[in-house]
């Protein structure tokens, strides 16, 4: 059982940055892409960006292309999400999501991941 926890979540103007964290306590998951997701009041959750277990490649959505990075370090088992250039649209909860598979990012629900973190929950003020 991989258990993750979200970090650095908060409230920002826009134009702002913020960097979210996914740990993993106890467990390593160097073997899992691993995903960030964002979940908006009263929309579906959507995907935001992913990272292969290597790190070596990355995939985004196009709202954020140029503006968030993922990535990882495997010495601290911890996975970041840089936001900069953040919008009010970009208000949500943002979960992180660990998986064997790589390209889990089409088909909704919970798109056949199989580990989530709770969310952190990030406003950007207009």
């Known amino acids: 059982q991989v258990q993750l926890v979200e970090s650095g979540g908060g409230l920002v103007q826009a134009g702002g940055s913020l960097r979210l964290s996914c740990a993993a306590p106890?467990?390593?998951?160097?073997?899992?892409?691993m995903y960030w997701f964002c979940q908006a009041p009263g929309k579906e959750r959507a995907f935001v960006a992913a990272?292969?277990?290597?790190?070596?490649?990355?995939y985004y959505a196009d709202s954020v292309k140029g503006r968030f990075t993922i990535s990882r370090d495997s010495a601290k088992n911890t996975v970041y999400l840089q936001m900069n250039s953040l919008k009010p649209e970009d208000t949500a909860v943002y979960y992180c999501?660990?998986?064997?598979?790589?390209?889990?990012?089409?088909?909704?629900?919970?798109?056949?991941?199989?580990?989530w973190g709770k969310g952190t929950l990030v406003t950007v003020s207009s």
């Open positions: 999501g660990a998986d064997p598979l790589w390209g889990l990012w089409v088909g909704g629900g919970n798109y056949g991941i199989h580990y």
């Open positions: 106890g467990r390593t998951f160097s073997t899992y892409a």
């Open positions: 990272i292969t277990a290597s790190g070596s490649s990355t």
